[in-house]
């Protein structure tokens, strides 16, 4: 039994796609609100919006410039980097593919992500001869990371009547010109792809902020579009001429052409206007202050912000909500790139691990270090607190500020005001410059 989440036809789909509104480089629709031209609602257009351009870099960015590591858990709470190479660190990190870098890789696929609630990477595999216990076998090891955009993939999902068994994925290529096109497809099974979903409605289908989002890019769209045309006719509200006299329609055409030269338009703005033949003016529109366009924007600026998870201190410093670097960059991390991290890895163990390295407690993990990073002030005042406690050695904090290690700094401070007690076996300590004493009660 099978389901197509695509409705429409692609070829129409792209035919449409290329009558563009010149303004926003999207398709445009009738209207919303009472406000025509509005572009519809999609990847291309959602990034002609100020707000959500910058929630998306911020949310990309961030994410691009963490490395990924292979770790490996012993089964007694230690987690340690796996220092030796592999080959699926080195894609994740630098090439993953011939001619784009993982940073680009990761920013495509985030986007993905957040846009259309799945990201999707073609895993191309090679076959590698290696020797194992002394015996030689041939393996497939991971050779590319393929981006396959969203916008372009058809999902096809298999239902058995009970649960979802597998799906498969088209992927459409348009080229050439408007008048000589090739369509180039290839289909793919969900075992071929590295898949990462968002707000998934199954296990091979999600939903981005294009669809749940919707209305309100809908809504920033139509501000700024009537804002446009509010500058483009020279901020004049609308309204019409009244005159006792009799016009014929020729007579009309040719006063509203007049008008229009005259008084519409960036340059014409601020010109004097001249009545005659006893016409008489009439507004129909309210002014920009009067309709708080300034504020409905700034509403709708937040929401956008919400949307995406991102503060909206991140991306306006007149909504700064918090006092510090660290706050702003500690709600972002915590509320926003969080969640997004936590599919990612979870996405790259499933997929990329073999089932002998998931038994062995190996995983992908992100390094979330550069994004905690704070400023300078408030990154000391950290690491001196934490050497007082005893957390960390003097060589350690140093190495967090780029510094060579001193010849005594890898010594814990321990604090003489403090008894220790073992909770397990009763036995009390107290530090001491002699070594300590101990005494068993």
């Given amino acids: 039994m099978r389901f197509n989440i695509f409705k429409e036809n692609r070829e129409l789909k792209q035919e449409v796609s290329e009558l563009r509104d010149l303004t926003f480089g999207g398709v445009t629709i009738p209207s919303f609100g009472g406000i025509t031209g509005v572009p519809a609602v999609n990847e291309k257009t959602v990034s002609r919006i100020p707000t959500a351009e910058a929630c998306l870099k911020l949310i990309t960015g961030s994410i691009a ?44 696929m985030v986007t993905d992500f957040v846009l259309h609630g799945q990201a999707h990477a ?144 960036i340059r014409n703005t601020a010109k004097t206007v001249i009545l005659e033949e006893g016409m008489d003016y009439q507004k129909l529109q309210l002014n920009p202050n009067e309709m708080q366009i300034g504020e409905t924007s700034e509403r709708t600026n937040a929401e956008i912000c919400r949307l995406f998870g991102v503060p909206e201190s991140m991306v306006s410093s007149k909504a700064n909500k918090y006092g510090s670097l660290e706050q702003n960059q500690l709600h972002f991390y915590k509320h926003c790139l969080a969640p997004i991290i936590i599919s990612f890895e979870a996405a790259l163990d499933r997929q990329l691990l073999t089932e002998a390295e998931k038994r062995n407690g190996y995983c992908f993990r992100f390094d979330t270090t550069e994004l905690l990073r704070t400023t300078e002030g408030e990154r000391t005042d950290t690491l001196v607190k934490q050497i007082n406690a005893g957390l960390i050695t003097t060589n350690e904090a140093r190495f967090v500020i780029d510094r060579k290690p001193s010849a005594n700094g890898n010594d814990l401070r321990l604090s003489l005001g403090h008894v220790l007690m073992n909770t397990e076996t009763g036995e009390i300590k107290v530090p001491n410059v002699d070594g300590g004493t101990k005494q068993n009660e």
């Fill in 122 to 265: 073609l895993m191309e595999k090679e076959k590698e001869t290696i020797p194992v216990n002394g015996i030689v076998e041939q393996i497939e090891e991971l050779s590319e990371l393929n981006h396959l955009p969203a916008s372009n993939l058809q999902v096809e999902v298999y239902h058995n009547g009970i649960k979802y068994t597998g799906a498969t994925y088209t992927m459409t290529t348009i080229t050439g010109t408007p008048t000589n096109r090739n369509t180039n497809q290839a289909k793919f099974n969900a075992d071929q792809l590295l898949r990462v979903l968002n707000n998934p409605t199954n296990a091979y289908q999600a939903e981005g902020v294009l669809v749940r989002g919707k209305d309100i890019f809908e809504q920033a769209l139509a501000e700024m579009e009537y804002t446009r045309k509010l500058y483009n006719s020279g901020a004049m509200p609308q309204g019409l001429l009244k005159t006792a006299a009799r016009l014929s329609q020729p007579a009309v055409d040719r006063l509203r052409d007049s008008w229009n030269a005259l008084y519409s338009g």
């Fill in 65 to 108: 410039q963490m490395p990924v590591y292979l770790y490996k858990d012993d089964g007694k709470g230690n987690i340690e980097k796996v220092k030796e190479y592999d080959k699926r660190v080195n894609l994740l990190n630098h090439e993953n593919e011939f001619g784009m870098s993982a940073t680009d890789f990761k920013k495509l």
